[in-house]
């Protein structure tokens, strides 16, 4: 989901070319949350690894993209404000093989081993918020100001803004950065956690 928003028309006298709109360049805000995440548990009827549930994890990233537009002698010129990102994971649906029945010490522990697998999904997100601080902003600062004829025009110019600052190098990399790291930390959990817990149940 993309939200756009623009406001704030300033009369600028005397004349002005499209390529002044360069001095309403400015210093991006960039504002990033993390969004609300829930936990559902599902027991599918198909056969799991009775030792081992899973963990299905949305990943969201929605920019919202704030302009001034400036009205000058012979159109606009739309500059990027500020980028208000909300970047996490929001879902988690936890897997849990039905021969454990809820609220059994077999159910218990598959269910406390992937709460551990979700805490690894927030805490890379926690601990890559610099990062992505960082890589918005870069991506926003490359956007110039943007001249257009028509008032009709600008939210396209906006939509094409924040087109443009989701595919800058340096917001992709943080994101395949952040995907890398949560599979490392994953498989470190497995590693170390080898349904032992389960095992003691028996």
Not at 173 to 190: F, G, H, P, S, T
Request: glycine fraction near 6%; proline fraction near 4%.
């Amino acid at each position: 989901m993309r939200l756009f928003v623009w406001g704030g028309l300033f009369l600028l006298v005397g004349p002005c070319m499209a390529a002044d709109c360069l001095q309403f360049k400015k210093i991006p805000g960039v504002y990033i949350n993390t969004p609300d995440w829930t936990k559902t548990v599902v027991q599918p009827r198909t056969p799991m690894d009775l030792w081992h549930g899973n963990v299905v994890a949305t990943f969201v990233d929605n920019y919202q993209i704030n302009a001034d537009v400036n009205t000058v002698d012979d159109g606009f010129c739309v500059g990027l404000k500020s980028v208000n990102a909300v970047v996490g994971y929001n879902d988690f649906v936890v897997n849990i093989d039905i021969r454990n029945a809820p609220e059994t010490c077999e159910y218990n522990a598959v269910m406390a081993h992937e709460d551990k697998h979700i805490n690894a999904y927030l805490s890379v997100v926690d601990d890559s918020k610099g990062d992505l601080q960082r890589s918005i902003y870069s991506a926003a600062q490359s956007i110039m100001p943007r001249f257009v004829k028509s008032r009709d025009d600008i939210d396209g110019v906006i939509e094409a803004m924040n087109a443009q600052l989701q595919s800058h190098p340096d917001l992709v990399l943080v994101k395949q950065k952040i995907n890398a790291a949560q599979e490392i930390r994953n498989k470190q959990i497995d590693k170390i956690e080898s349904g032992a817990d389960l095992k003691s149940c028996k």
